[in-house]
């Protein structure tokens, strides 16, 4: 059995997939991904329906993104002939005078830079709003930001077109796989697995939540907090309503992130709640979901959009991936210049494509052009022990 490669990727969920795919795209062929599970199993954060995409962000480090974003989906649809970007619209609300409509200002000036590349926006008022999607129960102190370009990522056909995308380039999967532990040297990262040892001239590591069990192996002890989310799908009556070309992708920004979708994958629509503060670890986790958790989504939806609220279809639990101040980790592993490492912060499936293709510069070239500074590894978040975790995917506007 060949034990040899130029490149291992550990993890075939979004991220990995695309760094496979992205690395033999550039003619890097000779890889190996390795996955503990089989391929497209469900323990992840990426075999879902859907997930949101977007150019409406807190901070101008991510809408420095987007567009390149949207790019490389681009690219992996005009392969594949499959489209896995949706662009139903996407409306930011917030009530007047809280902490939320100073993040809807924020996502405003984290937009202004894209303007010339063309992404456009709208700012409602409640009027608006409920004229042009009356499914919306809301008061005249109710404002809203659109943007035609958010929507949905089907992020479960992505990563398996990614898969299929890399396959087809010669790249090889070893699902069933676990990978115990790593070490690198200047030559080589040897990577010890439950189907026995590999080298390669460099590791691409797509762990995800279960990151935190292979660094301290590498001498990293990064505070990555996993946190235990939920989604539910609620089987509205009125589905016409709800469709992907009546209802847009929707972000609620109130005391709770409320988020939602129209009906898309199950004959249903999607709500839940973004980072419910639940913190668990890989041994703690439940795939169970906590009834508490749906009735609260569910009181969100009677109240803000009753015609949404039928029962619940099914609800799956899920896991983030956060450093302290959730922005992503992308970088070289300190003092392991041939493994490089991707932490998504509960937030990154929109980004997959793109950042497999710096993953790939990353490994190979060990740079890009693209602006990741922010996600470095040497940053407060990640060095300073008295750094104060914020986890609300806002600018400090609370
Ligand atoms: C409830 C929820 C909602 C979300 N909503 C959004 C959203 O709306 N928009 C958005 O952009 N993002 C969203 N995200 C985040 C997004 O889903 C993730 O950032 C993305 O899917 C992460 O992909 P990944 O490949 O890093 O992780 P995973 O898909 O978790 O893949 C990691 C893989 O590594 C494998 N692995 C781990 N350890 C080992 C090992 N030791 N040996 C071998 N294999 C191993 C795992 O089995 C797994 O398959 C959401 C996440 C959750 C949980």
Redesign the pocket.
Known sequence: MKTSYDHIV????????AAAYRLAKDGHTDVLV????ELG?T??????HS???RHTYHSTVYTALTPAAYAAWDEVEDETGLQVVFRVGGLDLAVTGTPGERELDGYRASLAPLAAQGVTWENLGADEIRSRWPQWRIGDDVVGLFQSDGGI?D?RRA?AAHIALARARGVEFAPG????GLSSTDRQVTVS?SRGEFTAGSVVL??????P??LPGLGVDWPITLSQ???SYFATPHLRDFAPDRFPMWIWHGDSFF?GFPVYGEVAVKA?RDMSGRFVTQETRSDVPDPAETELVAAFLRDRLPAAAGPELVSKT????MAPDREFILDHVPGHPRIVA?V?????????SLLGEILAELATTGTTTHPIHAFRADRPALTDPGFVPSFRLAAAVR
């Open positions: 550990i993890g075939a969920g979004a991220l990995g997939s390795l996955e503990q599970y199993h323990r992840g954060a990426s075999e879902d997930r949101i995409i990522l992020v990563t796989t676990t990978v115990l697995t797509c762990a995800a939540s279960w990151t069990t292979l989310e939920q989604v988020y839940a899920c896991v983030y991936d991707f998504g912060g509960g937030h990154a499936a929109k980004f997959a």
